[in-house]
């Protein structure tokens, strides 16, 4: 009798281990439902004095913890900013790049997702005037 209380008590404790794990998963996830939705690096409205340089990182996925996109800006070939945001689901970021004659312009980006475990994917994007 004593063998089989013991038994079942073992069988008892080990379902609910295997339950308490498959509920851990559902609620916490495993760290792989996390991936890019999108992402891009652009330069916009250029004039002789002026553009619009802007990049966004966007991700998705139950195990998603949240995005980062840095970038480089640089006006006539020379660095004037160099900046990053983080957010939730969706990160931008942007400037309004001036100079007395522009000749260049050019935004280089490396984004980032992260999943709930600290864990990361990255990609690179640039654009630059004149293409």
């Known amino acids: 009798m004593k063998k089989w209380s013991i038994l ?7 379902l609910s281990l295997v339950s308490s794990g498959v509920l851990a998963n ?19 409205d250029v004039t002789d004095t002026s553009a619009y340089l802007w990049a966004f990182t966007e991700g998705g996925g139950r195990d998603l913890s949240y995005v980062r996109v840095y970038s480089y800006f640089y006006v006539n070939g020379i660095m004037v900013k160099a900046d990053y945001t983080n957010d939730p689901t969706y990160a931008s970021i942007d400037y309004d790049a001036s100079a007395t004659r522009l000749l260049k312009a050019k935004i280089t980006s490396s984004h980032y997702i992260y999943n709930k475990l600290g864990e990361e994917k990255k ?9």
């Not at 990609?123 to 293409?131: H, I, M, N």
């Open 8 to 14: 079942a008590m073992s069988a008892t404790l080990s």
């Open 26 to 44: 559902e609620t916490l996830g495993t760290g792989e439902d996390y991936y890019f939705t999108n992402h891009n690096s652009r330069v916009m």
């Open 123 to 131: 990609k690179v994007s640039e654009d630059q005037y004149p293409r």
